[in-house]
């Protein structure tokens, strides 16, 4: 069973820099973001690596310096890993051929 990560207790401290960083998203052009997928981002990409002695301005820090380009990479890259269907599908391939 998959355990939370390191850094979610902080979750509930650091929401208003999550929700800063996506009203700069939205700034931008980048409506439908939402603040679960920015967690997933910096836990799966950002954090993969964790420190045993990270302080709140730390964590802060790392979410207002991420770049809208770093996390469209990321999600276009996550959406390519579950994507529902397969090119091996003969059945599949047709309807997308049609």
């Known amino acids: 069973m ?3 990560h390191a850094y979610e207790g902080f979750r509930t401290e650091v929401k208003p ?3 800063s960083k996506l009203d ?3 700034l931008l052009g980048y409506d439908s973001v939402t603040v679960i997928e920015l967690w997933d981002f910096l836990t ?3 954090w993969r690596k964790t420190k045993e002695e990270i302080h709140l301005y730390e964590i802060i820090e790392d979410i207002l310096a991420v770049k809208v380009s770093d996390f ?3 999600a276009t890259i996550e959406s390519y890993k579950t994507a529902e269907f397969s090119l091996n599908d003969e059945d599949e391939l047709k309807e997308l051929l049609k």
């Open 24 to 26: 700069e998203f939205h």
């Open 44 to 46: 799966k990409k950002k």
């Open 2 to 4: 998959e355990q939370g």
């Open 72 to 74: 469209i990479s990321f």
């Open 17 to 19: 820099a999550l929700v």
